[in-house]
């Protein structure tokens, strides 16, 4: 079943656009949306909640109209813009007693186990957080309200390796029922790499894929080769790098079962989007 | 709605409300433009909004489970309370000072209901400026406060300018009509039943006009905002 449906999102603004972006979350899973900076990742994530108005598409949640009925479905969706940046000399303890009045289904008990989990002390000021810690504390309140979506933007920018870690444990705890479902939006592929069931790449405002982590992995393989061989299979190459000794390039799967002579091995997320990325200009610089 | 006003109040109010507000013994200062003090709460409705705005309000609230419209509502809510706070205080003095400072106001409107009910205006001029003007973008509250304080200032300027004038005309010994019936009826402690009836009129007509700028603001500013992208 699908929890989240995006549909020809729509929203222009001069020198950009979002255009008919469609792809959905499927209950139980954790959604992963990358693209670089700039392609329209937040634009999608906040015309989708409706802080951008957005100029044409439909969202439904749970199959009702997201922007229709938008107090009630928010109420089941747990929302994480990057860190917690807002009201800087309130204490935790504050911001929280105001946040959750907005939910009737506050777990007190979930969160001050988050906090203790997190490290975080309820008596600090915002102002006295780190980067990560802010990001923990925005976590801590979009967990507590037993949320079945949560849509998380940029997550674990910010967090050393060991919280991003223990992040992702959370969320595979959080779907583990099959009932929850995470929109996790970010540029850090390797966390994807751990967590995501489901991949949607946007570029340039356009949804590139939208399909399962394994197949978007199995569309693409990463060949190398020498120098000379280079122009024989630049045509095929989505994206290359020359270097002294060759070349190292990423090719669509069923075109690199024709690559005779050249070195094919899987490819993983990173190297998919990065040669994607240099798609239109082709090469890098030789090192 | 419950929870966003007490969002409103723990988080946005600004401590230069209760200060602006304690402004408000201003009213017994002997000969003064009384109306001024109610200038002073909607600058401090400026520093709430400007508060809001820089702790990034408008993002915080947009995460919440509530539209756009509920917060602008909520917003406005939290106007009129502390209006409704400042008028209440303005009715308070000037029930003391009926009793205790017998005295005409030579530099203004008299304490009384005219007092109320040019407030009443005062703060609907403001309203309907202020609020429209900020949520077109939802963050330039300067030149939106800019822009209402010169609305309120030609309302202050022209009712206090017209008490002091009628003032003047009435003790210079000339008899002009308008002018006697302000000063017999309108810039007066209300003792008389005529002074009750015109001034129960003008305070009638001022929440009138309250009522409706304030929706009116209300309405605009919800429609100005949905089309805001919250950044």
Redesign the interface.
Known sequence: MKILEIKDLRKAYPGFLLDDVSFDVEEGSIMGFIGRNGAGKTTTI?SV?????ADGGEVLFEGQDLWAN??????R?G?V?GEF??????KLK??A???K???EDWDEETYQALLSRFSLDPEKKISELSQGMRVKFALALALSHRAKLLILDEPTSGLDPVSRDELLDIFRDIIEDGEHSILFSTHIISDLEKCADYITYIKGGRIVVSTDADSFKDAYRLVSGETEQLGQFRPLLIGYRAHAFGFTGLMRAEDAEHAEGLKVAPADMESIMIYTEKEDGHESAAE | MKALLNKEFKLCLHPAVFIYLALILMLLIPNYPYLVSCFFVCNAIFFCFQQARENGDAMYTAMLPVSKAQAVRARVLFVVIIQAIDLLLVAGMCAFAIVSMPEHNAGGTDHGLSLLAFALVLFAIFNLIFLPSFYKTGYKAGSAFLKSAIGVWIWLVLCEGMMIASNAVMESGADIALFRFIHENIDCMPKTADAWTAQGILFGTGILIYVVCTLLACRVSIKRYEKVSVQ
């Open positions: 906040k909640l409706n802080l951008v108005h938008e107090t009630a479905c928010k109420k969706i929302l813009l940046n807002y009201y800087k000399r309130k504050a911001i007693a105001v946040t009045q907005f939910y």
